[in-house]
C-alpha cells in the first residue's frame, strides 16, 4: 500500500525534498501516507488538528507545502486562494484526488514501479511544527536520522516485539507519538490500534478491554483524570476507609488493591505504561509506583526527534526521568553549586537539524559543538538520574532572589479538591493562582444534598478559594506563597500534549 502511495505521489508531481503535508486523526491510513511521504524522500509536514484555521494555513504558507492529505472532516480549515504554492489535495481518507493540475492520475493500488527513489539519512524527513507554550510554531527540522535513532535507542531503553501491541491516543502529528508510538513500533514489527473516535474515559475503556494493550503511551493529565475522578474518591468515601487510609502500611496495601483494578480495566496485559509531555503529579505517580502499575517516565522536546532520557518500568523513580538514553549526552550548564540546579542541555544524533527557515533563532539553541539547550531546568543524581524542576522561563524571581517554581506549587494546588487544573503566574510583582474549579461537582454535591444547585455554587467557590488560599500557604515556602487566588471560568487552553499555553496567561 505504501509502494502504490509512493507512485501515486510520484504521478502527482512529488518528488525528493517537496514538502507535503498530512492533516486528519491517527489512522492506518495516517501512517502509510507518512511512511509514503517520507520513503520517496519528499518532507512530511504533520500538522496537529487542533491548531486553528490560521494556524493551520501559517503552517500550509511557511513550509510551502505543494499537496495536502486531508481527511474530509478538516477540509474546511484550509483557504486555498492564500496558498499559491498548494497545488494537489488528497483525500486521505480514500486516496481520492480533490484538486489537482496534474489531471488523469489516481491512487491504484498494487500500481506501483521502481522509481528508484534515493533517501539518505541525513536528508529531511519531517517539519514538525509545534503549537509551543511559547507562542509562535517554530517548523523543527527532523532528519531520518534523528528520528530512526531516537525509535533505536528507546528500543534498546524498552526491547519491543512483534507480540505487542500499541494502543495509540496521542495525535500522530506529534513527534512523542509518532516516533515512539508509531516508528518504534513498525521497526519491531508491532501492532498499532487506533481509536475510530476521541478518547473519552467510556471509549478508552471499552478499547482498552477489546485490543488488551501491552504498550500505552500517554501524558499525565490522561491518568490523573483517571486517579482523581474514580480512585482517588474510593480511599475517602466513608469514616473507616479514611482513617485505614492514614496508615502507612494498609495505605501501601489499598494502592495494591487499587492498582489490580486498574490493571484489568486496561486489558490486563499491559506491560508498559509511558509518560511523558509534561511533569506528573507527584501523588499520582507514588500512587501508580505503589499500584504496581508499570509506569515509565520520560522526558524529551520536539526538537530532539523527541526521546532525551527515561525509565522502564523496572528503573522508575519517583519524580525522576531516568538517565539519558544510549547515544545521547545531557549536561547541567551553570549550575547552582548550592542546588545542583541548572539548565538541561542536550547532545547526540536526535538533536534536530534547527528550525526551518530561521537560522537565528537554530543558532539561538544550538551551539557551535552542537549542544542543545532545552530551556528547562534540572539537576543530574550521582548516577545520571534527571530531574527536571520546570522551564527557565516560567520561574519567578522571588523579592530576595529566590527561585520560584511554579509547576511545584501547582502541584499542591491541583490535589485539592474540586480543582481540575491550575496555572501560577506572576502579576504585578505578586504570584497569583489561576484556578479552574470542577463546576459540575460541586453542582452534583449540593443537587445530592438539597436537591437545589445553581445558588449554591458560586459561594461554594468563593469559600473553597479562600481555604484554597490557606491550603497552599501552610505547603510552601514563605516567599513562594500565593497572594491572591483568581477563579479560571473555562479550561485552559493547551497543546497537543496537554500542557497549558502559559503565555496566554
Not at 529566590?402 to 506549587?409: A, K, Q
Not at 459561594?459 to 497572594?483: C, F, G, P, W
Request: with cysteine.
Amino acid at each position: 500500500m505504501v509502494k502504490s502511495l509512493m507512485s501515486f505521489l510520484n504521478r502527482l508531481g512529488i518528488k525528493k525534498s517537496t514538502k507535503v503535508a498530512i492533516l486528519s486523526d491517527n489512522s492506518p491510513n495516517w501512517a502509510m501516507s507518512y511512511l509514503a511521504v517520507t520513503g520517496m524522500g519528499a518532507v512530511a509536514v504533520p500538522i496537529l488538528t487542533g491548531f486553528s484555521n490560521t494556524e493551520i494555513n501559517n503552517v500550509l504558507a511557511h513550509s510551502e507545502a505543494k499537496c495536502i492529505l486531508v481527511s474530509d472532516k478538516y477540509r474546511s480549515k484550509i483557504d486555498i486562494k492564500d496558498l499559491p504554492k498548494l497545488q494537489s489535495i488528497v483525500s486521505i481518507d480514500d486516496f481520492s484526488v480533490v484538486s489537482s493540475p496534474v489531471k488523469g492520475v489516481y491512487y491504484q493500488y498494487g500500481k506501483f514501479e521502481n522509481n528508484g527513489f534515493k533517501v539518505y539519512e541525513d536528508d529531511l524527513a519531517a517539519i514538525i511544527y509545534t503549537s509551543g507554550t511559547t507562542g509562535k510554531s517554530k517548523g523543527v527540522m527532523l532528519s531520518h536520522l534523528n528520528i530512526t535513532f531516537n525509535a533505536h535507542s528507546a528500543g534498546i531503553l524498552q526491547p519491543i516485539n512483534n507480540k505487542d501491541r500499541f494502543l495509540s491516543l496521542l495525535p500522530l502529528s506529534h513527534t512523542y507519538e509518532n516516533t515512539l508510538g508509531f516508528i518504534l513500533a513498525i521497526m519491531n514489527g508491532a501492532c498499532v490500534y487506533y481509536l475510530k473516535q476521541s478518547a473519552a474515559p467510556s471509549v478508552l475503556i471499552q478499547a482498552m478491554q477489546t485490543v488488551r494493550p501491552t504498550i500505552i503511551l500517554t501524558v499525565p493529565m490522561i491518568i490523573e483524570k483517571i486517579y482523581k475522578s474514580r480512585i482517588a474518591p474510593s480511599f475517602s468515601k466513608s469514616k473507616i476507609m479514611r482513617s485505614l487510609y492514614k496508615n502507612k502500611n494498609l495505605k501501601l496495601i489499598l494502592h495494591q488493591i487499587a492498582g489490580k483494578k486498574l490493571m484489568k480495566s486496561f486489558g490486563g496485559k499491559l506491560r508498559f505504561f509511558g509518560v511523558g509531555g509534561s511533569k506528573i503529579d507527584p501523588v499520582v505517580e507514588q500512587f501508580l509506583l505503589d499500584a504496581k502499575v508499570p509506569i515509565a517516565i520520560g522526558y524529551g522536546l520536539t526538537e530532539t526527534a523527541p526521546l532525551v532520557a527515561g525509565t522502564n518500568p523496572q528503573t522508575a523513580r519517583h519524580q525522576s526521568t531516568g538517565p539519558a538514553i544510549t547515544g545521547v549526552e545531557i549536561k547541567i550548564h551553570n549550575q547552582n553549586p548550592q542546588t545542583g540546579l541548572g539548565e538541561i542541555w542536550v547532545r547526540g544524533k536526535n538533536v534536530m537539524m534547527g528550525y526551518y527557515k530561521d537560522a537565528a533563532q537554530t543558532e539561538e539553541v544550538i551551539t557551535p559543538d552542537g549542544w542543545f539547550r532545552t530551556g528547562d531546568l534540572g539537576m543530574l543524581s550521582n548516577d545520571n538520574y534527571l530531574y527536571i524542576k520546570g522551564r527557565n522561563k516560567t520561574m519567578i524571581l522571588g523579592s530576595s532572589g529566590e527561585n520560584i517554581f511554579p509547576e511545584d506549587i501547582e502541584s499542591i494546588i491541583n490535589k485539592y479538591d474540586h480543582v481540575v487544573e491550575s496555572l501560577v503566574v506572576e502579576k504585578n510583582g505578586s504570584i497569583v493562582a489561576l484556578v479552574h474549579f470542577n463546576k459540575e461537582e460541586i453542582e452534583q454535591k449540593y443537587h445530592d444534598l438539597y436537591g437545589k444547585i445553581s445558588e449554591y455554587t458560586d459561594d461554594t467557590i468563593e469559600i473553597l478559594k479562600k481555604e484554597l488560599h490557606q491550603y497552599i500557604n501552610k505547603q510552601v515556602s514563605k516567599y513562594a506563597r500565593v497572594n491572591r487566588i483568581e477563579a479560571q471560568n473555562k479550561p485552559f487552553e493547551k497543546t497537543a500534549t496537554q500542557k497549558i499555553k502559559r503565555y496566554l496567561y
